[in-house]
Every structure is written in C-alpha cells, then in structure tokens.
C-alpha cells in the first residue's frame, strides 16, 4: 500500500506504507506488521500499475501517478537483486521466475508475467539443463504440480548465478 504523497512526485527509492506478499503471511498472522519503508519493489510494482491496472472506482493510475523512469525500475531490479538471492532456499520457483523477470526486463525494457519471461529466458540459455529447470518453474507456476526442488540445490545454484550475471552484465550496460 502506497500513499500518494510518498510517490508524487516522484523519486527513488519510493516509500511504501506497507508491503505484502504471501512471504510475509506468518508474521502477518503473529501480528508483526512492518511501518512504511523504502522499498525498490515498489516502482517496479507502480510501473505495472500505470500501465495495467483497472480501477473499480476512480481514475485511473496514469492519471494520478507519474511515470516511473526506466533507470529507476534497473535501479530497483539491482538493488532488489540481493534480497531476492537471500531468500532462495523454500521459495526456488519465484524466485528464479522473478529472475528470468528482471533479466528480460533489463534486456526489453518491459515488464511481463513471470511465466512469458521464462520462456523468453530459456530460449536464451545456452545450457539445456538450465532451461529445462527454468520450463520446471514455469509450468509449476502456471498450474502443474510441482516437484520437490530438493536434491536439486546445486543445478539451481547454478541456474541462479547465470541469471545473476546476464541480469548485471545488462544493468552494467544500460549505465
């Protein structure tokens, strides 16, 4: 949840007054709310808005937000990388979908769903077991029951650092 004030204008990093995600759940049960905090998320999150929300009531979101600039969601994407890779390990799928996201992202300058950047990602893995991986995590996403990741921790390790530097050799790029 955002207030507009916290966003308009704009600036990086945006504030957000408070994040959810299904990570958070069992804090969220224990009653462990976070305040506001400055989350880079956030404008990759308001880009999204901007440009595909529906309102139910009131205007829409390009009409009371501003443009988040290109730089700033690379920006979020390098600065999110590193909390992203912390939390691997019981959340393998989302978290390589959320790569092969920031990475067609800094490649196409478009935000899409996680299962269209995984495609796009494991079309462009030299490595067929990595691509076979990546297809995994997003049939898993789109319905298919998913397998148990374990025993599986060094291919995705793997996985993960090859995404990790195709993500930063193109934010090193676009600078």
């Keep these: 949840m955002i207030a507009r004030a916290d966003v308009v204008p704009w600036r990086y990093p945006p504030r957000a007054q408070l994040v959810y995600g299904e990570w958070l759940r069992e804090a969220f049960e224990d009653g462990r709310v976070s305040g506001p905090v400055e989350d880079p998320d956030t404008a990759i999150v308001l880009s999204q808005v901007r440009g595909k929300s529906v309102p ?3 205007p829409v979101a390009s009409d009371i937000l501003e443009p988040v600039p290109m730089t700033d969601v690379r920006r979020a994407i390098r600065d ?15 978290v390589l979908l959320t790569l092969s996201r920031m990475w067609m992202t800094a490649v196409e300058d478009e935000i899409v769903p996680k299962d269209v950047a995984a495609a796009w990602a494991a079309a462009r893995l030299e490595d067929d077991c990595q691509a076979s991986m990546l297809q995994r995590a997003r049939k ?20 993960v650092a090859t995404l990790k ?7 090193a790029e676009a600078r």
């Excluded at 530097?165 to 934010?171: D, N, S, V």
């Design 56 to 58: 139910l009531v009131g």
């Design 140 to 159: 898993a996403y789109l319905g298919t029951p998913e397998e148990s990741w374990v025993g599986r921790e060094a291919a995705i390790d793997d996985l």
């Design 80 to 94: 999110s990388l590193p909390t992203l890779l912390a939390d691997i390990q019981g959340d393998e799928r989302n």
């Design 165 to 171: 530097q195709a993500i930063e050799g193109c934010l």
